[in-house]
């Protein structure tokens, strides 16, 4: 698993190969997901507390389901590549460890990181999942770009939706 998380760290794309092929990696994947929704959490505990720590977890999980089920609609269904065969699980996976470089917002704890830290996890995120997307959909760069941009989209605006005003602190 630790090969694993390196090689999304390092943006290989074989390694987002090799997991689009590995079932077995489904729960070491979900587990990432995991970890980064609660690195998410951390960010809300200086001014938020506990109540932000668990609304911005939950959040980021939430949040990260709908971008992989709006990625298999988009990347499956209305844009597919020619050689597209992807399954929702093979994208559970890849997207999984995709989010890996997340789990830098543990530092968010600290008030002063987070000008730096959030926007860093952020784009590196962005990247990851691009190349998870092509490697997983079989498609170039520009239509994962448009695959990541629009369930990015449709993430945002369900999650707009079913976060309370005010709490993230």
Not at 73 to 86: H, N, R
Not at 104 to 110: K, Q
Not at 143 to 162: E, W
């Amino acid at each position: 698993m630790l090969r694993r998380i390196i090689g999304a760290l390092r943006l290989d794309p074989a390694i987002y190969r090799e997991l689009k092929e590995d079932p077995a990696a489904t729960v070491p994947a979900l587990l990432v997901v995991a970890l980064c929704a609660l690195a998410a959490g951390v960010v809300g505990l200086p001014t938020g507390g506990l109540t932000a720590f668990g609304v911005l977890a939950a959040s980021a999980y939430v949040s990260w389901i709908i971008f992989v089920v709006a990625a298999y609609i988009f990347g499956t269904k209305a844009l597919p590549g020619p050689a597209t065969d992807a399954t929702l699980g093979a994208l559970v996976r890849t997207l999984g460890f995709a989010l890996t470089p997340s789990l830098l917002l543990v530092f968010g704890v600290v008030p002063a990181l987070q000008i730096v830290v959030v926007p860093l996890a952020f784009v590196w995120v962005f990247f990851a999942s691009l190349i998870a997307l092509r490697e997983t959909l079989l498609v170039g760069t520009l239509r994962a770009v448009l695959v990541a941009v629009l369930a990015y989209v449709a993430s945002a605006v369900v999650g707009l939706f079913l976060t309370p005003p005010g709490a993230s602190g």
